[in-house]
Structure formats: C-alpha cells, structure tokens
C-alpha cells in the first residue's frame, strides 16, 4: 500500500524530532519552505503539519508557526489526580492502553492490608500497559472495589476509569496519598515492559479517595525512567 505523501513527510518531521535533530524548541520551517524541500503543495505541507500537532509533536501558532515540542520525556504531575488518557490527550495517538489482565478477585490478607478491608468484598484486578511511540513504558496495576463500580468491562478499562466513575456512576474523586520510589524491576515488570538495558523503574503508588474519604483504588505504576518528568509545584509558606 502507498503512503499519501503527506504521511510520509509527517513520518520524516516527526523521526527528525524525536531523533533531535529538531530541536524543541524551535520553529519548523515555513510552509513554503517546507513545500519547496518535499516538493510538495501547501495543502500537502498543511496535512503533513495538522497530523504532527495532533500526534503532540509540535505547537502550531498563529502568525508564528509551528514549535517543536519536547518528545523525549512526558511531564507526569506529581499533587495532581489525572488519568492517563488525560495525559494522552497532549501526545494524541502517539499513546495507547493495552488490557493485560481483567479480573474480579477475593482479596488476599495482602490486599486486605493494603486497601484496609474489614471483610472479603470482592475486588478488580486490572493490570494495563501504556505504550507510546510503540514502546511499553508503564506498568499500571490496579485493585479497585466492586462495590464502587459493580459493571466494570475491560472495554471502560482500556479507555478510562476515572472518566467512567464521574461521568457514568456519578463519584467524586477527592484526593490521593501517594509514594514514589525506584525500584529493581521485577519479571513481571520485565515481561509485560520494554526494560532492555534499564536496571531502575520509577514506582508510584496511589492510595486513591472519595470525597467522602472512602478509599477505593489502589494504584501502582511502574515506570520507565528515561521518558518521564515528574513535576510539581511548590509555595514556601
């Protein structure tokens, strides 16, 4: 099958930034430069640039141009509460979520411990890989409470719980207590992510509320540490 041209060149732009070679940064060149390099129409050059602001590799401005944004890490908001297709949304379909495991459990003494469980209500399992630019980087593994979302598929898994529980069912997310580490990977975080040549991964577990402080979400995502920025911000009182 033949590529349209203007996927092939947004191919090329976009290996030009994440190789570096763009800087971001800086300003792509004009549309009339762009189309004179590919030999290529304006319209072309236009399609080529829309897919690549989509796809989170550049900002377009208007009356200015087109910036090259930063692909080699992702801000990750530390005091935060955001979902991961809320982050996705920047980097648009360079992201993708992959269900590893689905699965309704009684909860172990362990998992009792960890989500302060009085009895054996049952439990989702939900482990879920986030792949960008065809490279699995995040192991989220989660243990939610059925109570709270009795209907749960792997189908609103895949797209976003967060948005499911406030949207659909009406919850109130509050607050979360959360812990950041580094950690040796495990064969479970090497089986299900892409870890050659890395011997750390960054672990942040969520411990996730109600506004009624009832915990319902246990979260523990295991990332790759050469893609991510963890940020926050900070008033001295």
Known sequence: ????????????????IRSGQLDAGSLLPSENE????????RETIRKALNLLAEEGYIHKVQGKGS???DVSKFDF???GLVSFKEISKKIGHRARTIVEEFERINPTSETRKTMRLESDEGVWKIYRVRE???ERIILDKDLLLEKFAPALTREICQDSIYEYLEG???????????????EVPTEEDRTYLDLEGFQYIVVVKNFVYLDDA??????ESRHRPDKFRFVDFARRK
């Open 214 to 219: 009832s915990m319902f979400q246990y979260t």
């Open 168 to 182: 659909k069912l009406g919850l109130t997310i509050s607050f979360a207590k959360k812990e950041i580490t580094m």
């Open 132 to 134: 960008i630019d065809g």
């Open 77 to 79: 908001p530390i005091s």
């Open 67 to 69: 910036i090259v944004l």
């Open 34 to 41: 762009l189309a004179e390099k590919y030999s290529a129409s």
């Open 1 to 16: 099958m033949v590529k349209n041209k203007f996927i092939k060149i947004k191919e090329e732009l976009g290996e030009l």
